[in-house]
């Protein structure tokens, strides 16, 4: 591996490291709000002071980390290692490789727990469960655009899975109906591994690039924060 290439490796574990600090720090934000003792006075109010502390630095933290993570995002790696002759050996992994996870079949996602997901550089955070990260996203894409949601469960080419229609405008013709929006309904009754795919499918059909999109997770035992993408 050339030192360009290696470089291109490392920002990419840098940026998937920076697009995770929001909802850490989001979610610390919480934790921190919880633990202060509303019952005493003078720790509620030490408490508050702290958080107003807190939300005005971390406020303050958005606008350049934005502006970094798109400067590395600039950065063009070596033309000519693209036409560069193929090497026989494999080759090697970055020292420190990313903290991205493939989209595929594994097991140890059965460890992990998804808190949110990023959007074309837009955060959004919730409770730590695969059902309640699908609901969310479908409340996200349905309040930039509802009728592209809705056009998905419209004849004569519906949305669905091994003839299974993922969404509807009757709740009783899924098996476990959530409601998305005004007589719309998705199935919810996916498995981490086909709600993967099925997300996949469902940000191209509504025309977003898989590469603005990632989805957070943490561990159930360690906590520990990382990124998910289902780039192919």
Known sequence: MSERQAVTAQITAVIQQLEALNPALESLSQALWQAIDHEDEARLAAGVRFKQRYNARRSALHAPLDQLIQLLREYEPDPSAQTAPEQTDPPEQPTSPPQETPLAPDPRLEQKEPFGFILEGHTVTTPSAWPLFYDALLQELYGRDPSRLHRLAEEPDPFSDQDRRLFDRIPDHLEDPLPVGEQLFAEADLDPEALL????????????????????????????????????
């Open 197 to 232: 795919q099925i997300t996949s499918r469902l940000l191209r059909t509504l025309g977003y690039s898989l590469d603005s999109f990632k989805i957070l997770l943490k561990e159930k035992k360690r906590g520990t924060v990382e990124t998910l993408s289902i780039a192919a």
